[in-house]
Each structure stands twice: as structure tokens, then as C-alpha cells.
């Protein structure tokens, strides 16, 4: 077995520092234990991509830490450890791996691993949200909120016990199911908590998944990545654009009540998270100036449609997935209509020769 070569690779380095505002905000919220989520995701894709890349003679990249840090950003805060692997690993091995290693996979394996863990464990992936911290230092010194009744001190001020909260919800389940509306405020800085009533249950309001928390901390990693020209505008914006379009259309030309208002739509969920780190992902992406603005469009309205229609409350994961799929066939349409029109001219003259023949 030849020992695989490490490849360094600058532009996924940034990537990393534009995640850095969103795992500093996302420990905030949740506790140190989200850099423990961090740490096992990123060793097992290490570990993962080295084991691979040494028996095939290949290289590992840096790419494999940038995929471990977005899947587990992608998770709940208090998901098991053994889950956090398994996921990562089904990532990188048949997102990635299977088609040969970096640069030549389909699917985003971030998204991939992280929609495995959703089909394969939906009670262990929906039962871990927990309300966020609030108070300074927050979750810096504090390990995390591992069960629903271990309160944090706003809510205990406020006069809720452990015995007050049964089981929790995300802002999109409880607008969804329990009628229930967070404010926007808190959508965007992330500081997202309190107990709800819903029939004779009081329910607690879980914040989501960590990368997703805050609005304002992903907004902060776009502005880096648009400066470094790290990541594509075409890929970043049009998602939003898409999920935007779609909701309005929606709920305000057809009057579908089942589908939140625009702010609500767009700060809520992995929405924000998704077209800033995984749309733009390079490799599963279209090349094509005119393929990513459809690919963006297409994967925000799916977002919007499978939330509306579809079992899938954050619908982000399969959105994605569904575009990486049609991404390629994007580019190839494009090309072949290109093809078509300059072959026209030539055609015209050579029939023209023809003719005056």
C-alpha cells in the first residue's frame, strides 16, 4: 500500500476561514461540544480519503476537511458521535471515492452524507434541536444542552422547569405544524429559544442545525468568499433568488397559506447556509455561466416546493442533490446549442457556394 501524497490546495483553506464566523457563532449557541462534532467529522473524512486515496495511488486533498466541517455544520448540535462518522463516511466514500476522488464527483458529499443520516436516522436527526444560548459567554463555557430539560438560564429566569418541556421543535416545524411564528430578529442573529404552547403540550423552540443558526454569521463567510473570489456569485445568488421567486408566487399570487412570508422563507432553514457553501461547491457544480444561474434557480425553488408540498421540513439536502444531477446535462445542453449556431453560418455559406455552383 503506497503512502498517499498531501495535496494543499489555497482556495479550500479560505473556504475554512469563511466557515470560521459560523463555527464561532454556532459554539456560541450550542456549547463546546460543537467543536467535538466538528473534530470526529473532519478525522473520519481525513481518514476516509487517506484509506481510499492509498489504495488507488492517489492523493489527499484538503478538500476532505472543508467536506468534514460542512456536513457537521449541516447536523444538529447534540447528534451522536457514531452518527457524525457514519454519515461522513458514506460521504466521502460514495460521494466522493466512488467516482474516482476529488474532482470528478457528481454529488456534493457534504450533502450526500448528510441526506444518508437523514433517511437512514430521522428520529436521531429531528430529536436533537435544542434552544439556543443567550447570555455572554453563552455556550463558550458550556459543554451543550444534551437533553430538552436541562434549560438555559433565560428560560429558567422566566420561570420554565424541566418538567415544563417534553420535546422541541425548529422554527420551520413549529410555524409549520403548531402555527407557531419566530421572530425575524432572532432568525437572523440566531439566538433562537423559548417554549411555545401547542394544544395542551408545551413545546420547547429548538434553534436547528449548527451552520444554520445564524443568518448574519453566513453572511459574513459570503461577503469573504465573494471578496477572494473563492466561491461564484452566479452560484450564490441565484438559489436565493429562486426560493424567493417561488414564495411569492406561492403565497402571494396563488394564496397558499402553507407557505411563510418572504423573510421567513428566506432566513429560516439551511436556505442561507446551502447557497453560500454548498451550491457554490465547484466540482458538482455547472461550469457554465448560463447553466449556474438555472441550477441555482431551479435548486431555491425545490427548497420552496419541497417545503411546501413535501415531507421534508428544510428540504436543502435533496434540492441540492436533485441539481447536482441535472448539472451536468445543463453544461452539455448549453454546449450543444452553442455548437449548433456557429455551425449555422458555415452551413448558409457552403450552401450559398453550392448554389452559385
Same mark, same amino acid.
Given at each position: ?13 479560505? $473556504? ?13 449557541? +450550542?456549547?463546546? !461540544?460543537?467543536?467535538? @462534532? ?7 473524512? *481525513? ?11 492517489? =492523493? ?14 449541516? #447536523? ?9 462518522? $457514519? ?6 466514500? %460514495? ?30 436527526? /429531528? ?5 439556543? *444560548?443567550?447570555? +455572554?459567554?453563552?455556550?463558550? $463555557? ?23 418541556? %417534553? &420535546?422541541?421543535? /425548529?422554527?420551520?416545524?413549529? !410555524?409549520? &405544524? ?46 469573504? #468568499?465573494?471578496? &477572494? ?34 423573510? *421567513? &422563507? ?20 455547472? =461550469? ?27 428540504? @436543502?439536502? %435533496? ?16 454546449? !450543444? ?18 448554389? !452559385?455552383?
Amino acid at each position: 500500500m503506497k503512502k498517499p501524497e498531501f495535496v494543499k490546495q489555497k482556495i479550500m483553506l479560505r $473556504v475554512l476561514y469563511a466557515l470560521l464566523p459560523v463555527i464561532v457563532a454556532g459554539t456560541y449557541f +450550542f456549547g463546546l !461540544r460543537v467543536l467535538a @462534532v466538528l473534530a470526529v467529522s473532519m478525522f473520519f473524512a *481525513f481518514l476516509t480519503e487517506w484509506f481510499m486515496a492509498s489504495r488507488r495511488g492517489g =492523493k489527499v486533498t484538503q478538500a476532505c476537511f472543508v467536506t468534514g466541517a460542512l456536513y457537521a455544520l449541516a #447536523l444538529p448540535p447534540t447528534i451522536p458521535f457514531w452518527i457524525t462518522a $457514519v454519515g461522513i463516511v458514506v460521504g466521502i466514500l %460514495f460521494g466522493k471515492e466512488l467516482f474516482g476522488g476529488f474532482g470528478k464527483n457528481v454529488f456534493n458529499p457534504a450533502i450526500v452524507g448528510r441526506a444518508f443520516v437523514w433517511v437512514s436516522f430521522p428520529l436521531e436527526m /429531528t430529536n436533537q434541536f435544542v434552544p439556543a *444560548f443567550r447570555d +455572554f459567554p453563552g455556550g463558550f $463555557v458550556h459543554w451543550s444542552m444534551a437533553k430538552a430539560g436541562e434549560l438555559p438560564d433565560y428560560l429558567l429566569r422566566a420561570g420554565h422547569g424541566a418538567v415544563d418541556v %417534553f &420535546t422541541s421543535a /425548529t422554527p420551520m416545524v413549529a !410555524r409549520k &405544524t403548531h402555527d407557531h411564528e419566530t421572530a425575524i430578529g432572532d432568525l437572523f442573529f440566531g439566538d433562537i429559544g423559548g417554549v411555545f404552547a401547542a394544544g395542551e403540550q408545551t413545546l420547547l423552540l429548538g434553534a436547528g442545525s449548527i451552520g444554520e443558526v445564524s443568518a448574519a454569521a453566513i453572511l459574513l463567510g459570503a461577503v469573504y #468568499l465573494l471578496y &477572494t473570489k473563492t466561491a461564484q456569485w452566479r452560484l450564490m445568488i441565484p438559489p436565493v433568488l429562486g426560493a424567493g421567486f417561488l414564495c411569492v408566487a406561492l403565497r402571494y399570487g396563488l394564496g397558499v397559506d402553507a407557505v411563510p412570508p418572504l423573510e *421567513f &422563507t428566506l432566513l429560516s432553514g439551511g436556505l442561507l447556509y446551502g447557497a453560500v457553501f454548498m451550491v457554490t461547491e465547484p466540482v458538482s457544480a455547472p =461550469k457554465l455561466p448560463k447553466s449556474q444561474w438555472i441550477y441555482g434557480l431551479f435548486i431555491g425553488m425545490m427548497i420552496v416546493f419541497f417545503r411546501t408540498y413535501g415531507i421534508f421540513f428544510g428540504a @436543502v439536502a %435533496f434540492a441540492i442533490l436533485l441539481g447536482n444531477m441535472i448539472a451536468p446535462s445543463l453544461d452539455l445542453w448549453f454546449k !450543444r446549442l452553442s455548437a449548433a449556431r456557429s455551425a449555422r453560418p458555415i452551413q448558409a455559406k457552403a450552401a450559398g457556394i453550392g448554389e !452559385r455552383k
